[in-house]
């Protein structure tokens, strides 16, 4: 058996402990994956969060997009939204949405969703690259990795620029767990309290969260928002992506994996395991929802 296999194996049993338990890790076997997948095989799934290239502090399995994109075809994911893991730490980002573009065109079902750092002089022009040059579908961007806040005003400029030019932006809440990150490099999730506000005094903005763990009373702030959109990467427990589904308005939820710092089966799973989802719930979390939400055809 592979290492790959190895390790698909262990993070199933990983998530399993978390979030059913370890009484319910019989159940969740090759086979009912498989049948995961059937379920979803007669429509493409649209993955609206991965990354490509490597994670500076440790090798993450699927690092190089060939095997990437090799996992995400096995599972029915037939598009990416791509961002780049040099987006967080590198200053030219001239260069990183350069080769985030390149690698998307060798691998077709990637699509490049540029970064902005509104910290970094020339922002205003890398946004322009992004938006206007390359005709990106959306930026993402990472304020706790690149030192700014929501209250910061360039934050509501990237919001309002994007948004006139009809297109979206992706919020990276965060990329990894605060429990496990190097000691020299602690990184807090971003504080989400400013945006409900922000949010609405720009019409037909579109904000999709990424990587986020909606609970307490944020949740209700940022549901009553129609222009904030979830993804399903984080979410935590067998009830958890129906119960957030419910809480929000219809098509609110796009399917996210996180990966490769997450296996993708991950995501995939805790969409399923519930049961209850029936065939067009399905479908909208697993692809319609991503479709519109690209094309601005939103609630």
Request: contains cysteine; hydrophobic residues 40%.
């Amino acid at each position: 058996m592979s290492s790959e296999d190895d390790f698909s194996r262990f993070s199933r049993r990983e998530l399993l402990t978390a979030s059913v338990g370890m009484a319910s890790l019989a159940m969740i076997s090759s086979a009912r994956l498989q049948a995961m997948e059937d379920d979803s095989s007669e429509f493409p799934i649209i993955d609206t969060n991965v990354s490509l290239f490597r994670w500076p502090f440790r090798r993450l399995p699927l690092d190089t997009t060939a095997a990437l994109q090799k996992k995400l075809q096995s599972l029915g994911i037939v598009q990416a939204w791509a961002g780049s893991f040099e987006g967080l730490f590198h200053r030219d980002l001239v260069g990183v949405n350069s080769r985030l573009i390149e690698e998307c065109r060798q691998h077709k079902m990637f699509v490049p969703i540029g970064s902005v750092n509104p910290t970094l002089p020339g922002w205003e022009q890398d946004l322009q690259r992004c938006l206007a040059e390359e005709s990106m579908l959306g930026i993402r961007l990472h304020p706790n990795y690149h030192g700014y806040t929501l209250d910061s005003p360039n934050f509501s400029r990237i919001l309002k620029l994007a948004t006139e030019a009809g297109r979206f932006v992706q919020l990276a809440v965060a990329l990894e767990d605060t429990r496990t990150q190097p000691e020299q490099l602690q990184v807090p999730d971003v504080d989400l309290t400013p945006l409900p506000t922000i949010v609405k005094r720009i019409p037909q903005a579109r904000v999709q969260l990424l990587n986020d763990r909606p609970r307490g009373s944020l949740i209700n702030q940022l549901r009553a928002v129609p222009g904030i959109y979830f993804d399903t990467a984080r979410v935590d427990g067998t009830d958890g992506i129906p119960n957030l589904v419910q809480s929000v308005e219809p098509g609110r939820v796009l399917f996210g994996t996180h990966s490769p710092f997450l296996i993708p089966e991950a995501a995939l799973i805790r969409t399923h395991e519930s049961g209850r989802f029936n065939p067009s719930a399905l479908r909208s979390v697993l692809a319609e929802n991503a479709e519109r939400f690209r094309e601005g055809n939103v609630t």
